[in-house]
């Protein structure tokens, strides 16, 4: 996984107001999940920016803290505009967190970006993310006339942070006509695909040239 540096600013106020005034600045208002789990009632002190959502409302005794930030619209475009998946250090007011890109909310018109979601990572908790799929080879299908399709441009995958490749190889070189490659056919070392194992991921399409030949060798 690529890393990406990036600067935010913890953000105390969340109203509708400041947060017109943030995207007036050319700010996009954000927030970091995934953070620490706390006993309740919490006695320490919360940082600028945190707040304690409580996770466990039926004994009401366990909490975990999010951050509400603001990064810089000209700072993440790298980030948001490409398919890539990047490890992020994310430095609040000096204090790095890793974290990755979880969500984002465009403005349905304009198409800006409205909020960012963030989510902090660690060695110790899996997350799942979407990675993009890579076709590799040639496929006897195409070879005989077929269409390759790829149905599936990203996949699911639950693992820790660090072992999310940036790619996902899907080999297709003995992929026959009219044949497919299902997630449950997909197997990686570390990770956990979390799409339903009958999705088609990609397929050779059967063409009416193909058909044509298929039959005269038939015939």
């Known amino acids: 996984m690529k890393k990406f540096q990036l600067k935010a600013e913890a953000?105390?106020?969340?109203?509708k107001k400041s947060l017109k005034a943030l995207r007036?600045?050319?700010k996009i208002p954000a927030v970091l999940n995934g953070g620490k789990i706390v006993e309740l009632p919490f006695k320490g002190t919360l940082k600028p920016g945190e707040k304690l959502v409580v996770i466990d409302k039926v004994k009401n005794n366990r909490g975990i803290l999010t951050t509400d930030i603001a990064v810089k619209e000209e700072d993440v475009r790298k980030l948001i505009y490409t398919p890539d998946i990047f490890e992020i250090d994310l430095d609040i007011n000096g204090e790095t967190r890793k974290a990755v890109m979880k969500d984002l909310q465009?403005?349905?018109?304009?198409?800006?970006?409205?909020h960012i979601d963030f989510l902090e990572v660690g060695h110790d908790k899996p997350i799942i993310m979407e990675v993009p799929v890579q076709i590799e080879g040639h496929a006897e299908g195409v070879k005989a006339g077929g269409k390759l399709q790829l149905s599936m441009r990203?996949?699911?995958?639950k693992a820790l942070y660090d072992q999310i490749p940036e790619r996902?190889?899907?080999?297709?070189?003995?992929?026959?006509?009219?044949k497919s490659i299902a997630v449950g056919d997909l197997h990686y070392d570390g990770l956990e695909l979390m799409n339903a194992k009958n999705a088609v991921v990609c397929a050779v399409q059967l063409t009416r040239a193909a058909r044509g030949a298929q039959a005269k060798?038939?015939?």
Do not use: W
Request: cysteine-free.
């Open 168 to 178: 996902l190889i899907v080999n297709v070189d003995s992929l026959g006509l009219g």
């Open 11 to 15: 953000r105390p106020e969340s109203g």
């Open 154 to 157: 990203k996949l699911k995958v």
């Open 24 to 26: 007036a600045e050319g």
């Open 217 to 219: 060798a038939e015939a």
């Open 106 to 114: 465009f403005q349905p018109v304009k198409d800006t970006v409205l």
